[in-house]
């Protein structure tokens, strides 16, 4: 089978490489040139736009920026849906809103082409080590038909349900992640600030009913070693609160936690901290101590 992917940038890169190393014929895009010709050296074709890649692939995956970028790519002037063989699958790795991959698959259908929308989690480490957990979401036979591929990228596959599911999932795993972040970073800086030892209170709350993933995650390698390179970087904490909220905005909830959890990340944003890990918010609590 042959697989087109574009976007090889952290998460794409590491994807793509698996991909070629599970033996399948790869064609790539990026528009990093750099980037590609990294690949060309690798074994895989190169191509000069989404429409060549699609083209020359039965699967067309995309690991992408932003929705927007994701819609462009597949939809637009020498996107993916002018070159994709009429039996073709695009299979999206980006988190982006549930209502542009639900877009995309409407348009794509009329090619009769298949959309899955499969967003990862395990950050740049489990996307090297294929170890991503992967939510997909899509016609159920369309999913079972990829999960090959899917395997050669992640460890753990869920099906979530019909196209949009993946994206829906992944957005309120991460709206979770961002706001355990910053209730980690606050209670923290709380305890430090009454005079508690820092190792005392991760000793004690990780095993207590206080714990999370973000403090597991996040203390002993991040916020004690005070290392705050991603990891999972604030920039991208922040788009994909912004993914929830506007989720919620057309379904008419309040998202209270999750506007004022994004207010947070954008005081990181306006310290200069856009680059660094989620864990970075801590040092905008403790410029308050
Ligand atoms: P990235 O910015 O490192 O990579 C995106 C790549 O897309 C870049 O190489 C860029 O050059 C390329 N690109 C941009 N516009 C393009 C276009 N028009 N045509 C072709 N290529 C284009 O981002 P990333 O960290 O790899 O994230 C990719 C997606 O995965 C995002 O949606 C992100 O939210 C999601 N994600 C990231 C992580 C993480 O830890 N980095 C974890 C889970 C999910």
């Known amino acids: 089978m042959k697989i087109g992917f574009i976007g090889l940038g952290v998460m794409g890169k590491n994807m ?39 083209s020359k692939s039965d699967v067309i995956m995309t690991s992408l920026p932003n929705s927007q970028i994701v819609k462009n790519v597949i939809l ?19 988190s982006i809103t549930p209502k542009t991959i639900q877009y995309i698959a409407k348009e794509a259908e009329k090619s009769g082409v298949e959309v899955v929308d499969a967003p990862v989690s395990g950050g740049s480490i489990g996307a090297k080590n294929g170890t991503l957990t992967i939510m997909a979401g899509g016609k159920k036979e369309v999913v079972d038909s990829v999960s090959d591929i899917l ?28 706001a355990n972040m910053a209730a980690v970073s606050e209670a923290l800086v709380l305890g430090i600030k009454a005079g508690m030892d820092p190792d005392i209170l991760f000793q004690v709350i990780s095993k207590s009913s206080g714990n999370s993933y973000a403090l597991t995650s996040k203390y002993e390698k991040f916020i004690k070693e005070r290392n705050f390179n991603p990891g999972f970087m604030v920039d991208l904490q922040y788009k994909d609160l912004q993914l929830a909220i506007d989720t919620a905005k057309d379904l008419k909830i309040p998202l ?20 660094e890990d989620i864990s970075a918010l801590v040092k905008v609590y403790e410029k308050w101590l």
């Open 256 to 275: 209270v936690i999750g506007n004022l959890t994004q207010q947070l990340y954008e005081m990181a944003r306006s310290e200069g901290m856009g680059k």
């Open 16 to 54: 793509a490489e698996n991909i070629l190393e599970n033996g399948y014929e790869l064609n790539v895009y990026d528009v990093v040139e750099e980037l590609v010709e990294q690949f060309a050296r690798k074994g895989a074709s190169v191509c000069k736009s989404p429409s060549e890649v699609a």
């Open 151 to 178: 395997k050669s990228i992640g460890k753990t596959i869920y099906y979530v349900g019909s196209v949009g599911s993946g994206d829906t999932v992944k957005l309120v795993n991460n709206l979770l992640l961002g």
């Open 76 to 94: 637009g002037k020498n996107g993916v849906l002018q070159g994709a063989k009429s039996d073709a699958i695009i299979i999206d790795l980006s």
